[in-house]
């Protein structure tokens, strides 16, 4: 079948904030993203469903559905009759209870590639290529975690480490000695000294069987200590790199024993600081990113083994956070990331035959929980720091802008382009309380170590949004009798919650407090939410999630960013109309004449299209065809009576 478009790439960027990229085109910036809105739709009332956070939103992205119909409701689920404390994470597609695009356009026989995905983890398209999905970023994962912490989000083989003759918190503190027992050193390395390296491999979902300690060599020149060499062993001739302060190494491809035998790894180092007398010394280790047992078919993996960047894993990158480094040394590791996904896309995407792209980046959504309210004018009155925060979140979109022309340029002319947030950030402000309101008010108890006494506890609050009741029969432990004591504690805890009244700024936090079933008007129900489904209104809540996806701070909103350009598209258009993201799917499948996912419950955006009305004229062409056909067979059929 000939299709009006064959082609199609759909680039994630989690947590864009859709007012910061028409803020830096104005400023001269960004001339991709100002390319493809020149050129495509750029949706100026896109619209998330809520939760506003990660799992649930890039789900709908890609299913056409609500939360409430495709199961993942929160990055975290419940499933129904478990304790009320024991949540999973959703990152795989186990939770997902709607057809992917992916697996429509399978069944049409199209081949996909689906990087990096979440919620991706566990997809098998016919003929397509899946890299990564397990977490937010390659080399991460979240399977089969329990409990509601991102801390769990654990790597392969390890997270960063850093080495330091000063104290740094979650770092290893070394010491500088005289080097001795070293073989095969050159003849100018002088009184050198030198540095144990025992790496110590933090958050590594797989254990390292056989710990190494590594050795830095700091030769001395006229008296000055300005270089240093990392090697394996206390001889010079196993080493890996050499460094000078403030410049990254080249990619290190080195083995690692882990308790699932040998897998190869690459990072990057970086020497920070090294003093003039060789008596101070910081070392900075990227993660140890794996190049392989994260993509299937398993041998995708190798035909990504040498490209640009590093398949790093993102959601504990705490290097400036905790002082190691500066602003560009961090901004680095981000532009690492996205060479990364830039490169791997492109050479997919060269290499073979492709129809659609699904890819997901992570990194400004990390960036914004670390630095948006530092980065934003309206929040931050101290100038430097606005500043250098300023121009941490305007280097990561500089970076996004090349990835998404790296990858464009691969796809062609001919591709459909899909640029899109699962939805915006904004500044976060206070946090609330909720858990000591429903405790002070008699709803929930505590034994003395902290944990929840079940026995006495009529509501508790689960997740991002949601606040379940303790029901008898439902839950392992309830208390409350299902019927009119339920429906009179809901009501209690909802006007509790509603009439809340801060005591430090004298405002109410909540912008709405609903009960499940009301919950419906957000795109979530049933009973894969809690009892009570409530947000937040600025200025409380976290940059994203207990705030609906029109909440505003700042310079900033919620609302998620949606580029379309391409064949059958409108240029230039700026659509006012409202655009959720659930109308994606829909859309595409019109322009790219495929069936819809079965479970998809968005809308074509008629008014993006150049011709809407292309199908029915399409449909009146063919039938003239047909009548004119079936005349001049009936002409010849009589007159060869």
Request: aromatic share 8%; with cysteine.
């Amino acid at each position: 079948m000939t299709r009006r478009c064959s082609k199609m790439v759909l680039i994630g960027l989690d947590g864009v904030c859709p007012e910061a990229i028409l803020r830096l085109i104005e400023k001269g910036k960004l001339p991709t993203f100002k390319r493809l809105i020149d050129n495509g739709v750029f949706a100026e009332n896109a619209l998330a469903p809520y939760p506003t956070i990660t799992p649930p939103n890039w789900t709908t992205i890609v299913t056409g559905a609500w939360p409430g119909t495709h199961g993942i409701t929160g990055f975290w689920v419940h499933n129904p009759g478990e304790p009320l404390d024991k949540t999973h994470c959703a990152v795989t597609t186990d939770f997902c209870h709607a057809d992917y695009l992916w697996d429509a356009a399978g069944k049409e026989g199209m081949k996909c590639i689906i990087m990096n995905y979440p919620t991706s983890y566990g997809a098998n398209p016919p003929g397509s290529v899946v890299i990564g999905g397990s977490g937010l970023a390659i080399n991460e994962s979240g399977v089969g975690l329990e409990e509601e912490s991102s801390e769990k989000l654990i790597c392969t083989v390890c997270n960063e480490q850093l080495f330091a003759t000063d104290g740094y918190a979650r770092a290893a503190t070394v010491e500088v000695v005289g080097a001795e027992g070293w073989k095969n050193l050159p003849q100018d390395a002088g009184e050198a000294y030198e540095v144990a390296l025992p790496l110590y491999y933090p958050d590594a979902r797989v254990p390292v069987a056989e710990r190494q300690t590594w050795h830095l060599l700091l030769p001395e020149s006229d008296g000055i200590y300005e270089r240093a060499v990392l090697c394996k062993e206390r001889d010079y001739d196993t080493r890996l790199a050499e460094l000078e302060p403030g410049k990254w190494s080249d990619r290190i491809v080195e083995a690692f024993e882990t308790e699932r035998g040998r897998v190869e790894a690459a990072f990057k180092v970086q020497l920070l600081e090294l003093s003039d007398d060789g008596e101070v010394v910081r070392l900075y280790f990227t993660p140890i990113c794996r190049l392989s047992g994260w993509s299937v078919p398993d041998d995708a993996a190798d035909e990504l083994r040498h490209v640009e960047g590093l398949p790093m894993p993102g959601s504990r990158l705490a290097s400036y956070s905790l002082g190691w480094m500066g602003p560009d040394a961090h901004m680095d590791l981000y532009d690492m990331m996205h060479d990364w996904y830039a490169a791997a896309a492109a050479k997919l995407l060269r290499s073979g035959e492709w129809n659609m792209l699904f890819m997901h980046a992570h990194p400004p959504d990390w960036l914004a929980h670390r630095i948006l309210n530092e980065s934003d004018e309206l929040i931050n009155q101290d100038p430097e720091s606005l500043r250098v925060h300023d121009g941490m979140m305007t280097r990561c979109y500089e970076s996004i802008d090349r990835m998404i022309a790296k990858i464009t340029d691969a796809a062609g002319d001919d591709a459909l382009v899909v640029v899109v947030s699962d939805h915006g950030t904004a500044p976060k402000g206070n946090g609330f309380p909720l858990r000591k309101v429903l405790e002070d008010a008699g709803y929930l108890a505590h034994k003395d170590d902290g944990s929840v006494d079940w026995s006495n506890t009529k509501a508790v609050p689960q997740r991002v949004c949601y606040v379940y009741l303790n029901v008898k029969g439902r839950d392992p432990s309830g208390i409350v009798e299902p019927g009119e004591e339920y429906e009179r504690v809901r009501d209690e805890v909802i006007d509790l919650l509603r009439n809340y009244v801060d005591p430090k700024t004298a405002l109410r936090p909540m912008a709405l407090v609903l009960k499940r079933e009301d919950a419906r008007v957000l795109g979530i129900y049933g009973d894969i939410i809690g009892d009570i489904v409530y947000a937040l209104r600025p200025p409380y809540g976290g940059v994203h999630g207990q705030r609906l996806t029109t909440a505003k701070r700042g310079t900033a909103s919620l609302n998620p960013l949606i580029i379309m350009t391409g064949p059958y598209l409108k240029k230039g258009l700026r659509l006012k109309r409202n655009f959720w993201l659930l109308d994606l799917v829909p859309t595409i499948c019109h322009i790219m004449e495929l069936p819809v996912p079965e479970h998809t419950e968005g809308a074509v955006i008629h008014q993006a299209l150049e011709d809407p009305d292309i199908d029915r004229k399409g449909r009146e062409e063919l039938k003239r065809d047909y009548e004119e056909l079936l005349r001049n067979y009936n002409s010849a059929t009589l007159g060869g009576v």
